[in-house]
C-alpha cells in the first residue's frame, strides 16, 4: 500500500530562516514542530514553525525527493518558490484542514 505524503517549507515570526521537510501526515508534522517536541532540532532552535509553503504528493518517495530537490537550491530559488505559491508568507497552516484533503 502506497502513503501520500507533503514536502513543506516553515520558517520564524520574520521570515528569516527557512527550513524544508516531508511528512507522511503534515498537519501532525506541523503541530510537532510548532511544539518544539524535539527541542535540540533546527526548527525548534530556530524558532521555525509557520507553515509558508507546501505541495502534496500521491507517495511520500516523491515528497522526499522534492524536499532533497528544494533543499539543494539557493535560498533565493527557495523565496522566489514560497511566493508564488504564497506571496503574503501567510501561515497557512489554519487552512490545512479546510484544503489539505481536496
Known amino acids: 500500500m502506497e502513503r501520500g505524503g507533503s514536502t513543506y517549507i516553515i ?31 533546527f526548527s525548534a532552535r530556530y524558532n521555525c514553525y509557520k507553515l509558508v509553503y507546501y505541495q502534496n504528493f500521491s507517495r511520500i518517495e516523491e515528497a522526499r525527493e522534492h524536499e532533497r530537490y528544494i533543499k539543494g537550491k539557493s535560498r533565493q530559488f527557495k523565496i522566489k518558490l514560497i511566493r508564488e505559491f504564497n506571496p503574503d508568507w501567510n501561515d497557512l497552516f489554519d487552512q490545512l484542514g479546510e484544503s489539505y484533503f481536496k
Open 11 to 41: 520558517t520564524n515570526r520574520h521570515n528569516s530562516v527557512i527550513y524544508t521537510g516531508s511528512a507522511v501526515d503534515l498537519i501532525s508534522r506541523i503541530q510537532e514542530h510548532r511544539l518544539k517536541e524535539n527541542p535540540q532540532s
